[in-house]
C-alpha cells in the first residue's frame, strides 16, 4: 500500500454512495472514476450496510472493480487502482 495514497485520502470528497440498491448499482460509476481520477471515496449508506460490516462490503466492492482498498473509515472506503 502507498503512504502517500493513505495520507491523501481524509483529502478526497465522497464522489460514490452506495445506498440500498447494492453494490451492483455502483460498480460501472466506480470502475469509471477509477479510470480517471487516482483516488476515489465511496460512502456506504445505513440502507446498504444491513448486517455486514462496511469493511467486508469494501473488499467485495473492491475485488468487484479490481482495485487496491487504501483504507476504510467509519462508513467510508477509498480505492486506488
Known amino acids: 500500500m502507498n503512504d502517500s495514497h493513505r495520507a491523501e485520502a481524509p483529502n478526497v470528497e465522497v464522489t460514490v454512495w452506495v445506498g440500498k ?24 449508506l445505513r440502507a446498504a450496510r444491513g448486517s455486514k460490516e462496511t469493511d467486508e462490503l469494501a473488499v467485495d466492492l473492491a475485488d468487484r472493480v479490481d482495485a487496491e482498498l487504501v483504507e476504510t473509515r467509519g462508513n467510508t472506503a477509498v480505492y486506488h487502482r
Open 21 to 44: 440498491a447494492g453494490l451492483e448499482a455502483v460498480t460501472d460509476e466506480l470502475d469509471d472514476q477509477l479510470a480517471d481520477r487516482e483516488l476515489v471515496k465511496v460512502k456506504f
